[in-house]
Nanobody
Framework: QVQLVESGGGLVQAGGSLKLSCAASGSLFSMIAVAWYRQAPEKQRELVAQIARGADTFYADFVKGRFTISGDSAKNTVYLQMNDLKPDDTAVYFC??????????WGQGTQVTVSS
């Protein structure tokens, strides 16, 4: 069992930056992939960015050029650097680690609020 803990959320003005962290109790870097999702009020959870075991990355179109996902194996942590934040980025951000096709771990989420 792997436990994920997100941190780094908060309130920021539009155009500002935040860096989210996802720390794990087990090895994140043995996972197939680690991803950041977000869920805004009354909306479905959506994939924001993902980093795979081979370090391949994926970004949703709405964050390309603004967000960067990265990992630090020494700290067993995956990050999401978010720049040029917009009010539409307001959501709870979740970290998810995929261990296999049938097992995925989720964190509890961290709130990001962007004011206009």
């Amino acid at each position: 069992q792997v436990q994920l803990v997100e941190s780094g959320g908060g309130l920021v003005q539009a155009g500002g930056s935040l860096k989210l962290s996802c720390a794990a109790s087990g090895s994140l870097f043995s996972m197939i992939a680690v991803a950041w999702y977000r869920q805004a009020p009354e909306k479905q959870r959506e994939l924001v960015a993902q980093i795979a075991r081979g370090a391949d990355t994926f970004y949703a179109d709405f964050v390309k050029g603004r967000f960067t996902i990265s990992g630090d194996s020494a700290k067993n942590t995956v990050y999401l650097q978010m720049n040029d934040l917009k009010p539409d980025d307001t959501a709870v951000y979740f970290c998810a680690a995929t261990e296999s096709r049938i097992r995925k771990y989720w964190g509890q989420g961290t709130q990001v609020t962007v004011s206009s």
